[in-house]
């Protein structure tokens, strides 16, 4: 007869250390997600303010043109001025005088219909026979 040897009942392992694990692992990868989607937000809303910046400055900069402009034009206007020529004009001695009325052309045509009847001309004369 043979005496079987019946080798050791192995210790029944309990799913509890498995579950727990399984359990840590999840929250940590969750902890993960949600703090590598909060860095995702505050790199987010520092791109917007970083845009924002650069608008302002732009704004800034655009509004200092155009009150440099205003500035340049109503310089321009007050040189221009008839009271301003005439003083400059006794100033530098030039001897300009005043226009008389003979000098001036009047034009009573308007200047679109002179510029639209030279624009068609042309192609109207290369039609013709």
Known sequence: MKISRTQP???VQSARPAFISQILIWSLLL???AGGSGVAVIWQR?????????IKTLENNL???ERRQTEITSEL???QSLDTLLRRNAAFN??????REQQLVR????PERTLAIKR??????????
Request: a negative charge; charged letters at 10%; aromatic letters at 0%.
């Open 31 to 33: 902890i993960g997600i």
């Open 94 to 99: 030039l001897g300009l005088v005043p226009i």
């Open 107 to 110: 034009v009573n045509i308007s």
């Open 9 to 11: 009942a192995q210790p």
């Open 77 to 79: 206007a007050a040189e």
């Open 120 to 129: 068609n001309a042309e192609p109207l004369a290369a039609v013709a026979p």
């Open 46 to 54: 520092q791109l917007i303010v970083q845009a924002a910046n650069r």
């Open 63 to 65: 509004a200092e043109v």
